[in-house]
Every structure is written in structure tokens, then in C-alpha cells.
T-cell receptor
Framework: GQSLEQPSEVTAVEGAIVQINCTYQTSGFYGLSWYQQHDGGAPTFLSYNALDGLEETGRFSSFLSRSDSYGYLLLQELQMKDSASYFCAVYNQGGKLIFGQGTELSVKP | ETGVTQTPRHLVMGMTNKKSLKCEQHLGHNAMYWYKQSAKKPLELMFVYSLEERVENNSVPSRFSPECPNSSHLFLHLHTLQPEDSALYLC???????????????FGPGTRLTVL
């Protein structure tokens, strides 16, 4: 089967660093993506990893280990506006994007 | 603004009504998607169109009927829905269908559907 697992909720304070993990099982793998969705808004693309290692984009970084079927999203210098749901998603062999359940991040003052 | 618009943003309908959701993308993309997002559940892929041809129908009940008249527009026709169909319906588009960064999906704001 195909599945992704990520924590349902994470809480952190402003200025802190938080890591959201994602483990996956798919029939074929072509990359791990992360999306952010604010309450009432559209999911927006954050990052994509096709190869092992760390990709950095400003305050956000994403990591992939294909051998471990594992990735994470790292958010640094947290701001209140980072409070949102974060979804990991994988492309499987059919080119279909499979989403995780989402992690609700709450950033406190 | 992601370049993908959806109308209406909110819709309340009875189980016997017929309504349509509209999606338009201004990005010149070739692939378009319908997703269903229910509370506390992952986004569920419903339909995929590539170059106006349906390439995926994810075991969706026939009371949902998609239509893609051209590569910029996508519709979801609804009839005799059930209360459990109440959800956020999201449209997305990508440059092409397949794998990789070029297939990053851009989502519209969604239509919040309530079935009474």
C-alpha cells in the first residue's frame, strides 16, 4: 500500500526551530514535496527533494533520505505567520501526488 | 495568488440539487486536478486531466462528474450529493503530468461545500 506518516500537531515558540518528520511507503518513489496551508487557504508549495540531502530555501529547509524512506521539514526563526498545516507528499510511479495527513504547527509568542 | 481561481468559494446545497464548481488556471499548465479535503484527513485526489484528457478517476462516485473543455478550465458537476460529501474541494494545476519539480502543483483557494 501507500502511506505517509507525520505528526498531527506540533507547538513551538517564536524564534525557535522546529522539525516536522515524514515517513513514507509507496510503490515507486520520485520525490518528496512539502506544502503549507494556512487555515482557510490554498496549499502552497514549499520544497521538493528528489535526491538525498538537505535543500535550503531561506528559513525553511527540507531533508530526504531515500534509504530510510524519511524526510523532514525544518523551520528556523519561527514567526507567528508560520502557524499553519504542513503536508508532506510523494510522487509515486504513476505520477500521482500522495499527501500525508498534515501537521498543524502552532507558533506561540 | 497562485494563478488558479475557483468559484464559488462557498456553496450550500441540498441533496437533490445540481451545481457545478469551476476552476480556471492562468499559468499555461497542461495538467489539472480535483482534490477533496475533509477535516482531519489527507487531501484525496479525485480526478486528473492532462491535455484535456482524463487520466485518473480515483474511484469517485458517479454523483461527481468532471469536465475539462480546454487546458485552462476544469469543472466539477455535482448532483444528488450526500451530507458526507461536505468538504473543501481544491483544484490544482501543474506544468505537466508526471514526476519531478516541473510537476509542482499550484492550488486554488478551494470551494467550501456544505450538503444539507
Amino acid at each position: 500500500g501507500q502511506s505517509l506518516e507525520q505528526p498531527s500537531e506540533v507547538t513551538a515558540v517564536e524564534g525557535a526551530i522546529v522539525q516536522i518528520n515524514c515517513t513514507y511507503q509507496t510503490s515507486g518513489f520520485y520525490g518528496l514535496s512539502w506544502y503549507q496551508q494556512h487555515d482557510g487557504g490554498a496549499p502552497t508549495f514549499l520544497s521538493y527533494n528528489a535526491l538525498d540531502g538537505l535543500e535550503e530555501t531561506g528559513r525553511f529547509s527540507s531533508f530526504l533520505s531515500r534509504s530510510d524512506s524519511y524526510g523532514y521539514l525544518l523551520l528556523q526563526e519561527l514567526q507567528m505567520k508560520d502557524s499553519a498545516s504542513y503536508f508532506c507528499a510523494v510522487y509515486n510511479q504513476g505520477g500521482k501526488l500522495i499527501f500525508g495527513q498534515g501537521t498543524e504547527l502552532s507558533v506561540k509568542p | 495568488e497562485t494563478g488558479v481561481t475557483q468559484t464559488p468559494r462557498h456553496l450550500v446545497m441540498g441533496m437533490t440539487n445540481k451545481k457545478s464548481l469551476k476552476c480556471e488556471q492562468h499559468l499555461g499548465h497542461n495538467a489539472m486536478y480535483w482534490y477533496k479535503q475533509s477535516a482531519k484527513k489527507p487531501l484525496e485526489l479525485m480526478f486528473v486531466y492532462s491535455l484535456e484528457e482524463r487520466v485518473e478517476n480515483n474511484s469517485v462516485p458517479s454523483r461527481f462528474s468532471p469536465e475539462c473543455p480546454n487546458s485552462s478550465h476544469l469543472f466539477l458537476h455535482l448532483h444528488t450529493l450526500q451530507p458526507e460529501d461536505s468538504a473543501l474541494y481544491l483544484c490544482a494545476s501543474s506544468q505537466d503530468l508526471g514526476q519531478g519539480r516541473k510537476d509542482t502543483q499550484y492550488f486554488g483557494p478551494g470551494t467550501r461545500l456544505t450538503v444539507l
